[in-house]
């Protein structure tokens, strides 16, 4: 179902027809609340695993640090699929109490977070130029000069453009906090170099969206050649705003956030008994999805056995597996 339908057929359950008047206001709120269950049932630890998925990225020789694209909002493993082996996680603090100035060259073992940045790399006491398809485009740069000044920066950048245009004349940014677009739902996207041609880009803000974030990781040792890495993670959960976007749910369990919207409207008008007979059917289908997503078809549990079947021991045949396949 998309978003349309789901909100249409909530209407209809609630005898709302969006043309009434005084209706816009409520029809507001039930698109709120369908995204409110939405983002609820993907962030349950026991229903995350709908938006899982995987990205690539190469490392470059002795660059330790790797910006993410902005899609992921949590890390769940790193693997270099070549060699078949998945980096461990080690704190940041630890990494620099092994290796604090950063000098250990070779194939990564280890990666840290580092946070998340409004770019996917720094300018390094360079000057900023943006790239852009769209009108004019309203933009704010927040971010610190060499001498360590703190900047804040607001101007047009008028476009289409050609080319890059400088943003302000500040020509020694050495990092910045956050640069967005204050027009939200521009058509095209946003770029930002650290150069008026060649370079680096620094970040891209695509369209539809004001400000992005990277997850940004480090890895240990730095590395010394070019090679693949494959990130599992979870996406961010975008919010439905098109009447043809689709959640991100079974297609069987779509009709669920309608119960959630209705149940939220009867508790804002105090209809107590309408409430608690929502809330009963959403819990109950929170636990048939939890149920679908947990227990594949092929998962048949046996107490006092591991669920997934494949261990090993050191000791030999005639003894029980201690570690297992996780």
Known sequence: MTFGEILDNTLDDLNLHPASAGVTETVTRIKRWINEAHRALLRD??????????????????????????AFERLLSIVQPDQNTRLLYQTLNLETSIDPGHRSLGTPSHWSPEGYWPVMRQPNGTGLWVST???????????????????????????????????????????????????????????LYDAPTGGHLLGRIPAGVSAVRYQVIRLWPTPGAALPYTVAGEFQIPDMTFDDNEPMLPVSFHDMLGVYARMRLYKKE????????????????????????????????????????????????????DRWFD
């Not at 470059?60 to 993410?68: D, H, R, T």
């Not at 910045?176 to 677009?181: D, K, M, Q």
């Open 45 to 70: 630890p026991q229903t995350a695993d709908l938006r899982n998925g995987t990205l690539t990225f190469t490392t470059v020789p002795s660059e330790a640090s790797y910006a993410l694209p902005q």
């Open 133 to 191: 398809s769209d009108v004019t485009v309203q933009m704010q740069v927040v971010g610190v000069r060499t001498n360590g000044d703190q900047r804040s920066f607001y101007d047009n950048v008028v476009g289409p453009t050609s080319g890059r245009v400088q943003f302000g004349l500040d020509t020694d940014w050495a990092s910045l906090i956050s640069w967005s677009v204050a027009k939200y739902g521009l058509s095209s996207e946003v770029s």
């Open 270 to 321: 105090g209809d107590t008994t309408r409430a608690a007979y929502e809330e009963n059917e959403w819990v109950t289908w929170q636990d048939k999805l939890r149920s679908f997503v947990q227990f594949p078809p092929d998962y048949h549990p046996i107490a006092g056995q591991h669920a997934l079947g494949h261990g090993w021991t050191d000791l030999g045949s005639g003894y029980p597996a």
